[in-house]
């Protein structure tokens, strides 16, 4: 859904269920998602042209061969257990972008597929070791912020009521939101700065910007506050993942190719010949591990 007074769409963005796209490939695309799909798309919906990358596709959409201007449709592939999360992720323009700064400032991420904690290797800070899933609820996502799920369900007339529900979380802050010092990482930046939405929520901060709220988060216990909520294990989950990855880290150590050749005396082909035979006979790396 989108907001009731927005006038035009640039593009039309679909969220479609990949397991029922899988057979619906089958069928008109012999399961050649990128050839057989292009075909059909020529074809039924007159595409001039289309662009893969996975898990979205983009095509041109025609009434018929004759119309000189087509329109963008972008089709979103998300699986069956995190559909309902993403289509309400997509909702409202660039409203799931304004939650989800809230929430990257938590310390969680929060995107189509739910709520997440990212976690990274204590020493290495760029090292991501996996993620902890807090969340697939979108209600439960929203009342983690403070945000009322059955206005977000109402739906919206303009973006100005979507900026005033964004302000309405409790852990709303106008500097989280600045360009510059607010979203960390330059990609991050960079992308925002291209979007309307943020843009026109950046000038409706400074036009009301003395009646906003301001949560401190550099005072804010935010492991205590997810898991107070979530009600889940988190610290345990984390140095779980951290062990396995130490775990995992010491065992290939064990078979490094040097210390393979100190043991055996053997280099080159034979060396190479003799790793392969023995990781072989696992039959996954985590048996291997």
């Not at 993620?131 to 929203?142: H, P, R, V």
């Not at 510059?180 to 929520?201: C, H, I, P, Q, W």
């Not at 190479?272 to 048996?287: A, I, T």
Request: glycine share 6%; hydrophobic share 35%; charged share 30%.
């Amino acid at each position: 859904p989108a907001y009731s007074e927005k006038q035009n769409f640039g593009d039309l963005d679909v969220v479609v269920q990949m397991e029922s796209m899988k057979k619906f490939y089958e069928i008109h695309a012999n399961n050649d998602i990128e050839n057989g799909f292009s075909d059909f798309l020529e074809k039924k919906l007159y595409s001039r042209q289309q662009h893969f990358a996975f898990p979205v596709i983009s095509f041109e959409y025609r009434k018929s061969p004759d119309q000189k201007v087509g329109f963008q449709v972008d089709f979103i592939h998300i699986p069956e257990e995190k559909y309902d999360f993403s289509l309400n992720y997509l909702s409202y323009n660039d409203l799931g972008n304004l939650i989800g700064v809230i929430y990257r400032h938590l310390g969680l991420r929060f995107g189509h597929y739910g709520v997440n904690k990212e976690v990274y290797h204590p020493n290495l800070e760029t090292t991501k070791l996996g993620e902890i899933a807090i969340s697939k609820n979108f209600d439960e996502a929203l009342e983690f912020i403070g945000l009322s799920k059955e206005r977000f369900h109402e739906g919206f007339k303009n973006m100005d009521e979507v900026f005033k529900y964004v302000v309405s979380s409790k852990f709303f802050s106008p500097e989280i939101y600045a360009l510059e010092t607010g979203v960390n990482d330059y990609k991050s930046r960079r992308r925002n700065a291209l979007r309307s939405t943020y843009s026109g929520f950046l000038k409706w901060i400074k036009e009301n910007e003395n009646d906003l709220p301001k949560f401190d988060f550099k005072n804010a216990k935010k492991e205590d506050l997810i898991n107070d909520f979530f009600k889940i294990e988190y610290k345990k989950q984390k140095q779980e993942i951290i062990d396995k990855f130490s775990e995992k880290f010491t065992a290939k150590d064990r078979i490094k190719g040097e210390k393979l050749s100190e043991w055996t005396g053997l280099t080159h082909q034979a060396l190479g010949v003799l790793s392969k035979s023995f990781k072989s006979g696992f039959e996954n790396e985590e048996e291997l591990i």
